[in-house]
């Protein structure tokens, strides 16, 4: 049974920080990260990592957020600088494992709010 458990939403002002963090079980993933989704916009991915630490990021949060992994421990972590009212959104924790035919079965946290005021 895999579950993924977020935790660390909240409110922050802007241009401070936040770090999100996410328990996986169930699984040895393939890729790991973290997507967002905003009031009346479509879910977007924010920073994906994999197993062997190669990382991916929207170009928005480039420089801000870090994302990271221990794959001992099955979670992975964004560390969110300099956040901006923009960031403000539902982020939701992510993971896949890549199967033999290419597919990808795919799975999803609950989602934590995370509210930069101005």
């Known amino acids: 049974q895999v579950q993924l458990v977020e935790s660390g939403g909240g409110f922050v002002q802007a241009g401070g920080s936040q770090r999100l963090s996410c328990a996986a079980s169930g699984s040895i993933f393939t890729v790991m990260g973290w997507y967002r989704q905003a009031p009346g916009k479509q879910r977007e991915l924010v920073a994906t990592?994999?197993?062997?630490?190669?990382?991916n990021y929207l170009d928005s949060v480039k420089g801000r957020f870090t994302i990271s992994r221990d794959n001992a421990k099955n979670t992975v972590a964004l560390q969110m600088n300099s956040l901006k009212p923009e960031d403000t959104a539902v982020y939701y924790c992510?993971?896949?494992?890549?199967?033999?035919?290419?597919?990808?079965?795919?799975?999803w946290g609950q989602g934590t709010q995370v509210t930069v005021s101005s």
């Open positions: 990592i994999t197993t062997d630490g190669s990382t």
């Open positions: 992510y993971a896949d494992v890549l199967r033999s035919d290419a597919t990808r079965d795919q799975y």
